[in-house]
């Protein structure tokens, strides 16, 4: 990144934000393609999918989900092809969704939301079943599944096929034409993990990088998953996985939460944050009546820790690096420079904003959507500098950091641990947009390299209101755009000579939400494909080229 920006983020309140509750609601699946209406400039080489997901259903019968990351997954398409744009989108038929369906009543707990057992079965019946051994598979009622299978974060790629996934142990694969489940596929049936992440990271060969947790006796690991680029044969689908690495938890039983992780052309870096998950609170959630995220809690006594992987080794660094207690939700970029690991992340200074999803905080309207606003922490981009050949000589105090564009530091300790200072990535104007989220960048040609630009969602809400280029910034008022995704024009090899693509959408059941084009350098507005159907705002998207 040429430039970057130094400066203290100062947070001013807001008042009378519009109520979103629309756009957290339950909305109906449109199944049958329907054709969008086009204005401006289409671009005719723009020829792919834009796929989307997030939550769309949110109760069943009169049961209802306390959290929005608990809805049902909602599987949006957009396909694009020679200047036309189509939209349909289904509900993921995951075992969850089927079995709510069935019993008109949500029978499987979610992250936020605990099923409650079946008023019908006797007294005994559901006492026995709050003792179901985490894993065991159903012998009389659903409530006996152990883990959710709605898969509602992202779409995911593994030797070429396209699957939905959390954070769970499961996925499910989809073809993205019909939008239809044909597999659901379990991760601890293949690997010693109980989940892995929904942001794996892609070698150019196409092998991919995920982490994923294991516990046990011994305690708590984090693992890195290599996942081989090509099918052994057809029926393949995480068939070769390892475990390359496990790096111990530093609390056996308060393993750290993390929902992505860095990658450089040879290193893995995994960041250990003060954001702890109680395994026994997670073990005993059913008898104490508690959901899963009750387990979850802020520990900033803790300083948050950088752990680097050698990708062809499998061996950890010994380098101990720390910094002061942040949460990072989503990467921006990692790449290497001068013997260093240079790591951008989205950071925010209080790990308490998983508490403030749920959906009746979302919901509200006036001032109690104010206060919930505002008691929220904002995400900036901060830059860490990792040095890699730590001298055992070198003396204590010192910046080992060699990198003259980058105030970022990173000083010995008498200890021998290295203290992490980061570096401020962003101008005075993204502090008025209220921080950003969901960054993006042209991954295909500048994933783990030295890179300018990224894109993201700011948040002037609760979710996100606007479009951000560094100091460029698109917005248009009563509407939420969703992750941009870069498109690059066939070709090229310029970082951002190509399109974003952000879903908009709005509670306004006057206007229609849209697919919208911006020009990727300056933000134009080249298209907009206006849909007139209701969407719920999600989570993340992936192009796939036709």
């Not at 209220?434 to 295909?444: L, R």
């Not at 933000?523 to 036709?546: C, D």
Request: proline share 6%; charged share 20%.
């Amino acid at each position: 990144m040429a430039n970057t920006y130094r400066m203290k983020a100062v947070f001013s309140k807001r008042e009378s934000l519009p109520c979103i509750a629309p756009l957290l609601t339950t909305v109906e699946e449109t199944p049958q393609i329907i054709s969008a209406q086009v204005q401006g400039h289409f671009p005719k080489w723009l020829n792919g999918y834009l796929l989307r997901t997030g939550p769309g259903k949110f109760e069943f019968g009169k049961d209802k989900y306390n959290h929005w990351f608990d809805g049902m997954a909602l599987l949006h398409q957009f396909r694009m092809e020679k200047g036309t744009v189509t939209y349909r989108s289904k509900f993921l038929q995951s075992d969850t969704y089927k079995a709510n369906s069935d019993h008109n009543r949500i029978v499987i707990s979610e992250f936020g939301t605990l099923a409650l057992p079946d008023p019908c079965r006797n007294v005994f019946e559901r006492f026995m079943s709050k003792f179901e051994l985490p894993g065991k598979q159903p012998l009389m009622c659903p409530e006996f599944v152990a883990m959710t299978d709605n898969t509602n974060v992202n779409y995911v790629r593994y030797k070429g096929d396209y699957y939905i996934s959390t954070e769970t142990n499961f996925m499910n694969k989809v073809d993205i034409e019909t939008m239809e489940k044909t597999e659901k596929v379990d991760w601890s049936k293949f690997i010693a993990v109980n989940g892995a992440t929904a942001h794996p990271h892609y070698d150019p060969d196409g092998t991919t990088y995920n982490m994923g947790n294991s516990y046990g006796l011994h305690g708590s690991c984090y693992n890195v998953i290599r996942v081989p680029p090509e099918k052994v044969d057809l029926g393949d689908t995480i068939h070769g996985a390892q475990v390359i690495c496990s790096i111990a938890s530093a609390e056996r039983m308060k393993p750290s939460y993390y929902h992505s992780f860095g990658m450089t052309k040879n290193y893995i870096i995994f960041i250990e944050q003060p954001l702890k998950m109680n395994l026994w609170k997670m073990v005993t959630s059913k008898i104490r009546g508690k959901a899963f995220s009750d387990a979850i809690s802020w520990e900033p006594h803790y300083n948050t820790q950088f752990h680097i992987v050698d990708k062809h080794t499998g061996q950890l660094l010994p380098g101990m690096y720390y910094s002061k207690p942040f949460v990072t939700f989503h990467q921006i970029n990692a790449f290497e420079d001068q013997g260093c690991v240079v790591i951008d992340l989205c950071c925010q200074d209080n790990g308490r904003s998983l508490e403030i999803y749920q959906l009746q905080n979302l919901r509200k309207a006036g001032e109690g959507l104010d206060q919930v606003y505002n008691s929220v922490a904002r995400s900036f981009p901060r830059r860490f500098v990792l040095p890699l050949h730590i001298n055992l000589n070198a003396p204590e105090g010192e910046n080992l950091s060699p990198l003259p564009y980058s105030s970022a530091s990173a000083v010995k300790q008498a200890d021998g641990k290295i203290w992490c200072s980061y570096e401020n990535l962003y101008p005075e104007d993204l502090e008025k947009e209220g921080g950003i989220e969901f960054p993006q960048i042209n991954y295909g040609q500048f994933s783990g390299k030295k890179y300018r630009f990224f894109y993201g969602c700011g948040f002037r809400h609760l979710v996100g209101d606007s479009l951000i280029k560094v100091d460029v910034v698109w917005r248009e008022d009563g509407f939420y755009p969703s992750e941009p995704v870069f498109v690059p024009v066939p070709g090229t090899n310029e970082e951002d000579c190509g399109v974003i693509l952000s879903v908009v959408i709005t509670p306004n059941q006057n206007k229609s939400n849209f697919l919208l084009v911006l020009d990727a350098r300056n933000f134009e507005e080249l298209s907009r494909a206006e849909v007139p159907v209701q969407m719920p705002y999600g989570f993340h998207s992936t192009f796939v080229t036709i």
